[in-house]
């Protein structure tokens, strides 16, 4: 059995932390605790540790750093101090060996929500009217109660995971951390070259073989600048590690910030630094202008989201994430992040598209030869801004859901479980669809006619996203318990468990244009508006050698025959 090849998980920004917070609590969701159930697909040991407190109980936490500003986490000390107490005078054991210091801040106290109460009174074995609460199987309105991430976040942390920037606060007017020069700056303060560094070199030291690093950012604001320098660091230290990047973007964020013209100039600087300093990068995001503002965004059948709503946004982007990087996390060895990064991107071409759908739109009693035949194209949608998953030379698709037993046999619902009814598929042996064995095979196949990329890999896993709370309710009624399209609309005190999916990363020509488009608006930003950030450090010409930079890249995407 091979050695587990282990990823850490870098997050910078307020976003970043919105996606790592639901793709904590999916991951979470999908843990089992019943030792007589079959082996998970997934290998929970590539992004998470385990480690010993103070009592000598056993944790497992995300082996993961997250940046964020002050007044970010003030849910975090209350609501999750089980794990590890911060507010015992003794330290972990752990924490103690690497005499790491551990900094209790006390923040103004803010009311929990009903999850967050159920949580605490679930935890404390605290029933209501003396019935046990499952938190599971509830449905929770939290849409105006989410302010911030650690408002929904039920995954535990290990202490060295979390780092403030106390030089700026979250929401602050007087002192706005929108300037990618003003990331770059806070690179050189002691936390960050310290203490951080030192506790990313603690992770990398408890690793057996570290694969390489997952990377979410902020590209709009000065976290963009923070992880330049950090992928910086890592290109240094980490040299032959993978580094996957996936600079996000909130809608949410837009249209509050005044300031929105510098978020073009702070996403080139940041794209530009990304093309020297990652593997690969995603851009991510469910509006389709990224950068700038626009009436257009991420449209789904059976999802009714509100994409102003970072909670909403978010639990997609952080489900096609779960979902493409499934290939290199299970048991079965299917993939590597380094052999991904060669397949997707030939000739410098490390800027990818991403795409989701979610849930597929299966309906209850179909098979999976029923819903291809029938299928409404394209399979997926794009969440990389201002561009397509056309004219791609190389992809990766994951779909999830999806069973063997699904290929030809119809599904029956019945007291909630799922059984299967088997038909008798007349086979063609002209009709290569009637000998498929496997839902992977079967995919494959079906892109093959429909798609043309030069090179597809296909993967397919049994395991269903785990949308239950706090994954936000945006599932259609017509979406049953199990994912799958049902006649009767779902009961309204009835959550969504499970669903299907499908995400892909794409090689796609269209980059080429979501580049040029990102050059033409940067370079419209002049005057003033640049002035203050040239304030912090940029001078025009490290402005205009990066504009050109764009240009020069772009041209990359203009080579069809690169494979």
């Given at each position: 059995?091979?050695?587990?090849?282990e990823?850490?998980?870098?997050q910078?920004?307020?976003?970043?932390?919105?996606?790592?917070?639901?793709?904590?609590?999916?991951?979470?969701?999908s843990?089992?605790?019943?030792?007589?159930?079959?082996?998970?697909?997934?290998c929970h040991?590539?992004?998470?540790?385990?480690?010993?407190?103070?009592?000598?109980?056993?944790?497992?936490?995300?082996?993961?750093?997250?940046?964020?500003?002050?007044n970010?986490?003030?849910?975090?000390p209350?609501?999750?101090?089980?794990?590890y107490?911060?507010?015992?005078?003794?330290?972990?054991?752990?924490?103690?060996?690497?005499?790491?210091?551990?900094?209790?801040?006390?923040?103004?106290?803010?009311?929990?929500?009903?999850?967050?109460?159920?949580?605490?009174?679930?935890?404390l074995?605290?029933?209501?009217?003396?019935?046990?609460?499952?938190?599971?199987?509830?449905?929770?309105?939290?849409d105006?109660?989410?302010k911030?991430?650690?408002?929904?976040?039920?995954?535990r942390?290990?202490?060295?995971?979390i780092?403030?920037?106390?030089?700026?606060k979250?929401?602050?007017?007087?002192?706005?951390?929108n300037?990618?020069a003003?990331?770059?700056?806070?690179?050189?303060?002691?936390?960050?070259?310290?203490?951080?560094?030192?506790?990313?070199r603690?992770?990398?030291?408890?690793?057996?073989y570290?694969?390489?690093f997952?990377?979410?950012?902020d590209s709009?604001?000065?976290?963009?600048?923070?992880?330049?320098?950090?992928l910086?660091?890592?290109?240094?230290?980490?040299?032959?590690?993978?580094i996957?990047?996936?600079?996000?973007?909130?809608?949410?964020?837009i249209?509050?910030?005044?300031?929105?013209e510098?978020?073009a100039?702070?996403?080139?600087?940041?794209?530009?630094?990304l093309?020297?300093?990652?593997?690969?990068?995603?851009?991510?995001?469910?509006?389709?202008?990224?950068?700038?503002?626009?009436?257009?965004?991420?449209?789904?059948?059976?999802l009714?989201?509100?994409?102003?709503?970072?909670?909403?946004?978010?639990?997609?982007?952080?489900?096609?994430?779960?979902t493409?990087?499934?290939?290199?996390?299970?048991?079965?060895?299917?993939?590597s992040?380094?052999?991904?990064?060669?397949?997707?991107t030939?000739?410098g071409r490390?800027?990818?598209?991403?795409?989701?759908?979610?849930?597929?739109?299966?309906?209850?009693?179909?098979n999976?030869l029923?819903?291809?035949?029938?299928?409404?194209?394209?399979?997926?949608?794009?969440?990389?801004?201002q561009c397509?998953?056309?004219?791609?030379?190389?992809?990766t698709i994951?779909?999830?859901?999806?069973?063997?037993?699904?290929?030809?046999?119809?599904?029956?619902?019945?007291?909630?479980?799922?059984?299967?009814?088997?038909?008798?598929?007349?086979?063609?042996?002209?009709?290569?669809?009637?000998?498929c064995?496997?839902?992977?095979?079967?995919?494959?196949l079906?892109?093959?006619?429909c798609?043309?990329?030069?090179?597809?890999?296909?993967?397919?896993?049994?395991?269903?996203?785990?949308t239950i709370?706090?994954?936000?309710?945006?599932?259609?009624?017509?979406?049953?318990?199990?994912?799958?399209?049902?006649?009767?609309?779902?009961?309204?005190?009835?959550?969504?468990?499970?669903?299907?999916?499908?995400?892909?990363?794409?090689?796609?020509?269209?980059?080429?244009?979501?580049?040029?488009?990102?050059?033409?608006?940067?370079s419209?930003v002049?005057?003033?508006k640049?002035?203050?950030?040239?304030n912090?450090?940029?001078?025009?010409?490290?402005?205009?050698?990066?504009?050109?930079?764009?240009l020069?890249?772009?041209?990359?995407?203009?080579?069809?025959?690169?494979?």
């Open positions: 059995m091979n050695s587990t090849r990823i850490i998980t870098l910078f920004g307020h976003y970043s932390n919105f996606i790592g917070t639901h793709f904590w609590n999916l991951q979470e969701a843990f089992t605790y019943d030792e007589n159930s079959k082996p998970l697909e997934i040991d590539v992004l998470y540790r385990e480690g010993v407190n103070l009592k000598g109980e056993v944790t497992y936490t995300p082996r993961m750093l997250c940046v964020d500003l002050k970010s986490f003030y849910q975090l209350y609501v999750h101090r089980g794990l107490d911060l507010n015992c005078s003794n330290i972990d054991e752990e924490i103690q060996n690497y005499s790491t210091k551990i900094q209790t801040l006390q923040e103004e106290k803010i009311p929990n929500n009903e999850f967050f109460s159920d949580l605490v009174k679930q935890e074995f605290i029933d209501d009217d003396n019935e046990k609460i499952n938190i599971a199987e509830k449905v929770y309105n939290l105006d109660d989410v911030i991430w650690s408002d929904f976040l039920k995954a942390f290990h202490p060295r995971t780092t403030s920037i106390d030089e700026y979250h929401n602050d007017s007087s002192n706005v951390f300037n990618f003003q990331g770059i700056t806070l690179w050189d303060s002691y936390k960050m070259k310290e203490t951080w560094t030192d506790n990313l603690l992770y990398a030291e408890e690793c057996d570290l694969q390489g997952h990377v979410t950012m709009l604001n000065g976290f963009g600048g923070l992880a330049c320098k950090a910086e660091y890592l290109k240094d230290e980490y040299y032959n590690k993978n996957i990047a996936m600079p996000v973007m909130s809608d949410n964020y249209l509050e910030d005044e300031d929105s510098l978020h100039v702070n996403t080139s600087l940041l794209f530009s630094s093309f020297e300093h990652s593997n690969m990068f995603v851009p991510l995001s469910t509006s389709s202008g990224g950068w700038v503002k626009s009436q257009s965004h991420l449209t789904l059948d059976y009714s989201y509100k994409n102003n709503l970072d909670y909403h946004s978010s639990a997609i982007l952080a489900s096609a994430i779960d493409f990087t499934l290939g290199y996390r299970s048991r079965s060895d299917k993939d992040m380094q052999n991904m990064c060669t397949r997707l030939p000739l490390k800027a990818i598209s991403a795409s989701i759908q979610l849930p597929l739109g299966f309906e209850s009693k179909s999976l029923d819903y291809l035949e029938n299928a409404k194209l394209p399979l997926w949608q794009p969440i990389s801004p397509t998953t056309e004219m791609s030379v190389a992809q994951v779909m999830r859901g999806i069973t063997e037993n699904m290929l030809y046999s119809k599904l029956v619902f019945n007291d909630y479980q799922v059984c299967y009814i088997k038909i008798n598929l007349i086979r063609d042996s002209k009709n290569p669809s009637h000998h064995t496997s839902p992977s095979a079967l995919l494959k079906f892109i093959s006619f798609d043309h990329v030069r090179m597809t890999e296909v993967h397919a896993f049994d395991s269903s996203l785990e709370a706090p994954f936000p309710n945006i599932f259609d009624q017509s979406i049953n318990q199990h994912g799958f399209v049902e006649s009767l609309s779902r009961s309204s005190t009835s959550v969504v468990a499970k669903s299907t999916a499908i995400s892909g990363l794409h090689n796609s020509n269209s980059m080429r244009d979501m580049i040029k488009a990102l050059k033409n608006d940067s419209k002049k005057g003033s640049l002035s203050h950030m040239f912090y450090g940029i001078d025009v010409m490290d402005f205009k050698e990066t504009i050109e930079n764009l020069v890249l772009s041209d990359n995407y203009s080579i069809n025959d690169c494979l």
